[in-house]
């Protein structure tokens, strides 16, 4: 059945009964002997309606032809039904398609223009770029270079590039060829019909019509299977058949909650007088630099409002490169952001594995943004780890958005510890804590007061100042767009390039703490876990209250939030006489310890047994593999590299606990004083 598109539906259901239903009430012109009338009166009591018109025919058999798909509907419904009846285009089946058109109130979402940058003239748009930047004066400010370039590259890509004509029927594997042998199937298929309902039955014309129909789904089934060989042998379609694999619950798509970013608390207490060290020296930028970040980019990633990928800028990048040069060495010079780059389209995708996904908290928002400021964005946060890397501007055991410092890495740094506490006969107190909205809740003024302690370089404070300034956003749910508003408290973006980078200044504070045999702390971006070491868990009190104590201070003075519910404290012993299940008090909640928590996504239980995590790594090991067998028509080097993108990463992963990994030298300095 065909719906029509932009309505709501209440109570809209298709059945297919069977033959015997040929009762008036439910469309048929006759009642049959074995008319089944319990149905029909079950579909009376409930206030059902049949709208398609009485003595409409909705299967075609070969001599025999019945009304068993039915279309019901609630009375209210029914009553703003346009259209139900059989709809004009046969599609090859026994059973005829039906269309049921609605009036309905909703607003109809704008069908966005999608362009075919595959099929781009590419020369012509760089030589109308050129031409068209030629003419227009190159003006002084960030600003006007900004939307110089914009323009010109905005008017020659949307007078070039070929448009896609959507169609509620299209089909990517659909060629011409089968439209025409649809019109032959079609045209036999009528004339049969036509010369039964006249009582000439004609066997050359039946066998003509199954014959033409036979050919068509045939072809449809070929065309098929061709195509997806066809769309497999391009390297660049292997990782879009892997989201194939996926069952695609983390859309954007079904009833979205009120989403809300909480401003920042009324009092955030004073940061007081904090050791600065003397600002690092940053060279200035070159081609190369920006180069590299564009190239690294994913050519076809989700762009921002502009709708550029970056295939667009790559392809068009000798005709624009000393432009854009020139924008982000000004941009970066005068700490000004063009506003198209501080404009995000946010898109609320789902958290994987929550309950209940009516409340906000269950979504994360996803910022799309300008591919070309990401490009920037991509050059700031290279310089600045560049700089933590050469200068020692964070503390060494913050892992995450840093190179050669894995998540692997610090959950074995983690282990380490605990078997080296057990060895001398003592008890591992862990807290893990988790920050409410982490790069929504940063605090712009803290962030730059902390990265100046840190010795980040003037023109980079003021040029993150701009960044975290006056952003505004629309908001993508369900394929519409809202208006463009202002963010009072943006934070960090989420889908920035710099965005984790920024946020290891804003926790620096909290992570800076010594690790040796008493004790530790490490962070993974915005996860923070500390820990304790002594002879009971019960000795071990003091040092976990004072973690807290530290951690709470911080969130005073950061205008973060911590979610008490999801602070989990753990007691690791070989010894069950040693645990200790006394709550602790966070935040006016009692947090009790457990027997296992999840650290950086790794079940870790309180005797390193792992074997809810090992339980978990074989389901999800085996889901994935079995994600493979959705995908068929793969060759073997295919599949192998779908094995590898997207099996053995989650293989290898969840296996973390049973392999041995030695420390790197970075992480044999985690015991020295820092």
């Not at 530790?520 to 019960?538: E, K, L, N, R």
Request: net charge positive; with cysteine; hydrophobic share 40%.
């Amino acid at each position: 059945m065909l719906l029509a598109q932009n309505t709501q539906f209440k109570e809209v259901r298709s059945i297919r009964p069977g033959p015997s239903l040929e009762a008036p009430a439910v469309g048929g012109s006759k009642s049959g002997v074995m008319v089944e009338e319990g149905l029909i009166k079950s579909i009376g009591g409930v206030g059902h309606w049949s709208l398609l018109r009485r003595g409409t025919k909705t299967w075609q058999g070969r001599n025999y032809e019945t009304t068993i798909d039915l279309v019901l509907a609630s009375e209210e419904l029914a009553d703003a039904t346009i259209r139900c009846a059989i709809h004009g285009t046969e599609h090859g089946s026994d059973h005829r398609t039906i269309e049921a058109t609605f009036d309905s109130s909703v607003p109809a979402p704008k069908q966005e223009e999608r362009l075919l940058f595959k099929n781009a003239p590419w020369k012509e748009i760089k030589g109308k770029i050129v031409d068209t930047l030629r003419d227009k004066p190159r003006g002084n400010t960030v600003q006007q270079k900004t939307d110089r370039l914009m323009t010109a590259v905005l008017e020659a890509v949307q007078a070039l590039t070929p448009r896609a004509k959507p169609s509620p029927y299209a089909k990517r594997w659909w060629t011409h060829d089968l439209t025409q042998l649809r019109h032959v199937y079609t045209y036999w298929r009528n004339r049969a019909r036509a010369a039964r309902r006249a009582g000439q039955n004609s066997a050359v014309l039946e066998d003509t019509a199954n014959a033409s129909a036979k050919q068509y789904h045939d072809a449809i089934r070929q065309r098929k299977n061709s195509h997806w060989k066809e769309f497999l042998a391009d390297n660049d379609n292997i990782w879009k058949a892997a989201k194939y694999m996926k069952s695609g619950d983390d859309a954007a798509f079904g009833k979205v909650p009120q989403l809300v970013l909480p401003p920042l608390p009324d009092n955030i207490e004073d940061e007081g007088l904090q050791h600065r060290r003397a600002p690092v020296t940053m060279p200035d930028l070159t081609l190369e630099e920006v180069e590299r970040q564009l190239w690294a980019t994913k050519s076809w990633k989700a762009p921002g409002e502009d709708g550029l990928p970056a295939i667009v800028w790559k392809q068009i990048w000798p005709s624009v490169k000393h432009d854009v040069l020139d924008i982000f060495q000004t941009s970066l010079k005068e700490g000004v952001i063009p506003r198209q780059w501080r404009h995000a389209r946010i898109t609320p995708l789902k958290k994987p594995g929550k309950d209940d996904y009516t409340i906000a908290k269950a979504w994360r928002p996803i910022s799309l943004l300008a591919t070309l400021g990401k490009v920037l964005e991509s050059v700031v946060a290279e310089r600045i780890s560049q700089a933590v890397e050469t200068h020692g501007l964070l503390p060494t055991n913050h892992f995450g958005a840093r190179k050669q410092r894995s998540a692997e890495q610090a959950l074995v740094l983690i282990q380490e510890h605990i078997f080296s506490t057990w060895r001398s006969r003592h008890v591992v107190s862990l807290v893990s804590f988790d920050v409410k909205g982490a790069y929504n809740g940063v605090c712009k003024e803290r962030l730059l007061q902390r990265m100046k302690a840190r010795g980040i370089p003037e023109g980079i404070l003021r040029w993150v100042d701009a960044f975290c300034s006056e952003r505004t956003a629309t908001i993508m749910i369900n394929g519409q767009s809202s208006e463009s508003r202002p963010l009072p408290q943006a934070g960090l973006p989420q889908g920035s390039p710099l965005s984790p980078m920024l946020f290891l200044f804003f926790n620096a504070d909290l992570v800076q703490t010594q690790i040796d045999r008493n004790g530790g702390a490490i962070a993974f971006v915005d996860d923070y876990t500390a820990w304790v070491s002594g002879p009971t868990a019960q000795s071990n009190r003091r040092g976990i209250q004072a973690i807290i104590d530290k951690a709470l201070d911080w969130e005073r003075r950061s205008g973060a939030t911590f979610e008490a519910e999801k602070t989990a404290i753990i007691h690791f012993t070989r010894y069950t006489g040693r645990v200790d299940s006394e709550p602790f008090t966070i935040k006016g909640e009692k947090v009790s310890p457990k027997d296992q928590v999840k650290v950086l996504g790794v079940v870790m239980d309180s005797r390193l047994h792992y074997k809810q995590h090992m339980a978990r790594a074989a389901t999800r090991g085996l889901e994935a593999a079995m994600e493979l067998k959705h995908l068929k028509g793969m060759a073997p080097s295919t599949t192998r590299q779908l094995f590898t993108a997207m099996v053995a990463p989650v293989v290898d992963y969840e296996n973390y606990p049973t392999v041995p990994v030695p420390l790197s030298p970075p992480d044999r300095l985690l015991h020295w004083r820092q």
